[in-house]
């Protein structure tokens, strides 16, 4: 029995290289506006919508949806870009029109969207706001693991919320269903800008052992 106990023990060893090589993308991802394009094999893009698909989400209800647009990325900033036209004025338009040649200039576009009759229907009589709160969270699980694996795939995006402005026009486009609601928008290419050093707090300001700051 001691034997067995020792065998099983000594295979239980963490991955240490495996986490360093995780912790790389981690941290060399950034918010990269700048994009400009390059070759890209469409099987890339399945990886890393993948990393997505296998998010954990509260009994596995997997409320996340994907739209990927490779083939008409340009018409999909052309079309942003009219659109935003129609319903934005001043500084605000400005600011949008802006930023929109450095995505245009990428290589494909993902757009995250919440399936409502997954978010909207607990599993559970009287939990609505909290699974609500659930399908969040498996969101922003889904949105991060996709950036780090756009990052591993030596590849930039950021993520931006310019579908929140024109949501049903960009339905429209897409030909989404009406039960998703457009989460985010990610341009995605190689990066044509170089971003400043990533920084953090220091650890011990957000991260507490065993008990809180105010023990």
Do not use: C
Not at 114 to 127: L, R
Not at 136 to 141: D, N, P
Not at 162 to 172: A, G, P, S, T
């Amino acid at each position: 029995m001691s034997t067995e106990i020792t065998a099983k023990e000594e295979s239980f060893q963490p991955d240490y290289a495996g986490l360093q090589s995780y912790l790389n993308y981690v941290q060399k991802r950034r918010s990269i506006r700048k994009l400009t394009s390059g070759p890209v094999p469409d099987e890339t893009i399945r990886g890393i919508v993948e990393a997505g698909r296998w998010s954990p989400s509260s009994a596995n209800s997997q409320p996340t949806r994907i739209a990927v647009v490779k083939e008409r990325h340009v018409e999909l900033w052309d079309f942003i870009e009219s659109t935003l036209k129609q319903k934005l004025q001043g500084e605000q338009l400005q600011r949008a029109l802006g930023r929109l040649p450095g995505y245009r200039s990428g290589v494909f576009t993902l757009v995250f969207y919440e399936d409502s009759a997954v978010a909207d229907n607990p599993p559970f009589p009287g939990g609505q706001e909290l699974w609500k709160n659930f399908s969040a969270q498996a969101l922003g699980i889904a949105q991060a693991n996709v950036w780090n694996a756009i990052a591993a795939a030596g590849l930039a995006a950021s993520n931006q919320h310019i579908n929140l402005q024109i949501e049903e026009e960009l339905r429209d486009f897409l030909g989404v269903p009406a039960t998703w609601r457009s989460y985010s928008i990610f341009p995605v290419g190689y990066a044509d800008e170089t971003p400043e050093e990533g920084s953090r707090h220091p650890h011990e300001e957000v991260i507490f052992y065993e008990q809180g700051p105010a023990a």
